[in-house]
Each structure stands twice: as structure tokens, then as C-alpha cells.
């Protein structure tokens, strides 16, 4: 059974350019949640999202982010017109029910912007 | 909104020795989850240990274990015997009726 699944591991953008991290959760999960992690930080929330629907975008930036997580394929998370301060690990966590399951995470996506 | 807070930036521990880690969280619901994870220089999210709060008994997993204080709403981790692969950051995280919420972390060192 193959864990949650992240691609890809590294990915250089210039700024300006834009950003898409793939998540393909675990088999049997459809919950899905993207995190982000600053050097020397915690991970801090950024969306959930289950199949066709954003169910808590508290966390993400109002501009330049979007999360999708469509009936078929992996979730998506899309930064446009990155600038350096997004340069950050991000992290895809899956789990099969709600609140009461421990989330199972990808090994990050770390995005660099120069 | 909840918090955790981990006041231990970084701690050490002799090889075979044992070591806590903190974790305080603030909340005002009654039914949530509380969980360590460890995370090596991979960066991988290992999840550790976990604990529900209705439960009275201290989870534990072979050497780690956990002193759980509902009322004082204390988290703290305990690695016993430890060991060279045990170095890592170590989060604190909770969950309630929010997605997961982690402490700053912990980083620590292990000496042979």
C-alpha cells in the first residue's frame, strides 16, 4: 500500500513563474490537506480539500494560491507569480475519515524561488 | 484558536539514556487528539504516537511513551533507551475540530 505520494521531491522556479505541487493520497483516503513548512519552523495549515470540494481554506494566502483535488487524479496545489518568500517545504497529508484519523503525510515538496 | 507550544527549541540525551520533551496546547473544547511526530533530516513526517483525550491512560509505543495532564493541558514525551536514531525535530500537534495544528518543534540531538 503505497503511502501519500508527493512530486516532485524539488522544484526551482524563478520569480514570477508558477508553482504546481502534485499529491496523490493514500488508497482508501479521500481527505486531503497541504501544509507548509518554513526553515527552522512548524507546519503551518493551508487548506483541506476532499474530492471536488475545498472544506477549509483558512489557511491559505487570498492571492497568487489555489488547491484542487478533482473527482480523478491528485490534489493540486498552485502558487502563480511566486516570489521568494513562498520558498518553503510543502507538505500533502491524507487521511481516510475526518477529524478523529491521524493524517498520514507525503516527504514534501521543497520549492525554491530565485 | 488553538495553539502548541513547545518551549524546548533543542534538547540532548546521552545514547541509552532518557529524554522529555514539552508540549502545552490551549483549547477549549473537550474532545480532540494529540499526537507526536518526528521528523529526521529526510524530512519525512513520522507519526510517533498518538493520544485521544477522552482516554485517561498515557499511550505508549515501545520506547516512546507519553505523561498526558487533561486538566493542565500537558503533552509531554518521553523517548526511553535512547538511540542514535532518534535524532530528529520532534513536533507536537493536536487536532480538534480543525485540522492539525503543530507546535514550533524540538530538535534533538542524541550523543554517543
Known amino acids: 500500500n503505497a503511502g501519500v505520494m508527493q512530486n516532485p521531491r524539488h522544484l526551482v522556479r524563478r520569480r514570477g513563474q508558477e508553482a504546481r505541487l502534485r499529491c496523490s493520497p493514500m488508497k482508501g483516503h479521500s481527505h486531503v490537506y497541504w501544509y507548509r513548512q518554513l526553515p527552522e519552523e512548524g507546519l503551518k495549515f493551508m487548506v483541506y480539500l476532499q474530492k471536488e470540494n475545498i472544506i477549509d481554506e483558512s489557511g491559505m494566502p487570498k492571492e497568487r494560491f489555489s488547491a484542487e483535488f478533482p473527482k480523478e487524479g491528485p490534489s493540486i496545489l498552485r502558487i502563480q507569480q511566486v516570489v521568494r518568500g513562498d520558498s518553503a517545504a510543502y507538505f500533502c497529508?491524507?487521511?481516510?475519515?475526518?477529524?478523529?484519523?491521524?493524517?498520514?503525510f507525503g516527504n514534501g515538496t521543497r520549492l525554491t524561488v530565485t | 484558536a488553538q495553539t502548541v507550544t513547545q518551549s524546548q527549541p533543542e534538547m540532548s540525551v546521552q545514547e541509552a539514556e532518557t529524554v522529555t520533551l514539552s508540549c502545552t496546547y490551549d483549547t477549549s473544547e473537550s474532545d480532540y487528539y494529540l499526537f507526536w511526530y518526528k521528523q529526521p533530516p529526510s524530512r519525512q513526517m513520522i507519526l510517533v504516537i498518538r493520544q485521544e483525550a477522552y482516554k485517561q491512560q498515557n499511550a505508549t509505543e515501545n520506547r516512546f511513551s507519553v505523561n498526558f495532564q487533561k486538566a493542565a493541558k500537558s503533552f509531554s514525551l518521553k523517548i526511553s533507551d535512547s538511540q542514535l536514531g532518534d535524532a530528529a525535530m520532534y513536533f507536537c500537534?493536536?487536532?480538534?475540530?480543525?485540522?492539525?495544528?503543530f507546535g514550533k518543534g524540538t530538535r534533538l540531538s542524541v550523543i554517543a
Open positions: 497529508a491524507s487521511s481516510p475519515s475526518s477529524y478523529n484519523s491521524p493524517l498520514h
Open positions: 500537534a493536536y487536532r480538534g475540530n480543525t485540522p492539525l495544528v
